[in-house]
């Protein structure tokens, strides 16, 4: 896997076991004995998920497989029930400039053609070393990061870098992990450790017209998925999920509709809010990865007037 580790993972763990991770990755599998005994473990509880952390040092490369990382006590603050929670000391620490929260470098080559007419948002950790890999534009494409516990976003710029007045609002959240593989897009994703609540994000003031819509979200094991919902414009839309069939398709960065992200073709009215429900379908957990926004066309209504005007007359 190319690029650097995906440090300070923070919140329970959305496998099931509380954890917190600052900016240095576990070295439990450095032991062979121990590596051994709790790979037979995971086999044993046959369990679908792994998480996947890998951290160069030196020049070398340890990959750690398993269902989840191992507990860091000195770096968990129990709660009343006694489940681990970040303590405030490590969300700074995963919040340092020299963690993964720092900011992506600035596109090295023109975006795409299309990149006026396009809005991107991803969530958890900005892509590394790798394309962004969204559904649609191309590999210097600027996007928007939402990090874990940020709610709110203002002046969101078009993916060829203009400004506009666009702001987004991204319900509570205080979760984030990452599915194996390049560290895409993709890769991370933000919920909720309640696992009784729906993520909600919701855009205001894009501009009025016709727009595609791709919402990546997936967790990071195969039953993991969501079902998405959109409301534009007055019209609810929904019906469609990612992948949950028990199958590793997943974890592919070949992204395909249905799979990693669903599609919607909407319309947007002047100052009426788009709301994206990532709802729990699989699993008791709901999540982001990444949306997107293409502006397709603008709105119909001058057509429909055409037309009743060409009716009236014949």
């Known amino acids: 896997m190319p ?26 599998f450095q ?17 679908p998920a792994f998480a996947e952390n890998i951290e160069a040092s030196g020049g070398r490369r340890d990959v750690v497989l398993g269902a989840a990382p191992a507990r860091d006590r000195g770096n968990q603050a129990p709660d009343k029930q006694g489940r681990g929670e970040q303590a405030p000391s490590q969300q700074s620490q995963a919040s340092s400039p020299d963690s993964r929260t720092q900011p992506p470098a600035e596109p090295s080559g023109p975006p795409s053609k299309r990149a006026s007419r396009i809005l991107n948002i991803n969530f958890g950790m900005a892509a590394r070393d790798v394309r962004p890999n969204g559904a649609i534009g191309g590999p210097h494409d600027i996007w928007t990061l939402v990090d874990v516990g940020e709610t709110e976003k ?23 992990w990452g599915i194996p593989g390049a560290f895409d897009v993709y890769h991370a994703y933000l919920y909720h450790n309640a696992r009784n609540v729906d993520l909600v994000l919701t855009v205001r003031n894009l501009p009025a017209g016709r727009y595609d819509v791709f919402v990546f979200a ?97």
């Open 3 to 28: 690029g650097e580790a995906f440090s300070g993972y923070t919140g329970e763990h959305p496998l099931g076991e509380s954890t917190v991770v600052g900016s240095r990755m576990p070295h439990y």
């Open 31 to 47: 032991t062979p004995l121990l590596t051994v005994l709790l790979v037979a473990g995971v086999a044993a509880t046959a369990t």
């Open 154 to 176: 203002s002046s969101l710029p078009m993916a060829d870098g203009s400004p506009t007045e666009v702001s987004l609002e991204l319900s509570p959240n205080d979760g984030e």
């Open 218 to 314: 997936h967790g990071a094991a195969a039953e993991q998925n969501a079902a998405i919902e959109i409301e534009s414009a007055g019209k609810r839309s929904s019906g469609k999920s990612t992948i949950n069939d028990g199958s590793m398709r997943f974890l592919s960065r070949e992204h395909q509709e249905g799979v990693q992200y669903v599609r919607y073709s909407i319309t947007v009215k002047k100052e009426k809010p788009v709301v994206i429900t990532s709802k729990r379908d699989g699993s008791d957990l709901s999540m982001f990865n990444a949306v997107q926004f293409e502006r397709t066309g603008k709105t119909t209504k001058k057509k429909k007037k055409a037309r009743r005007r060409d009716a009236s007359s014949s």
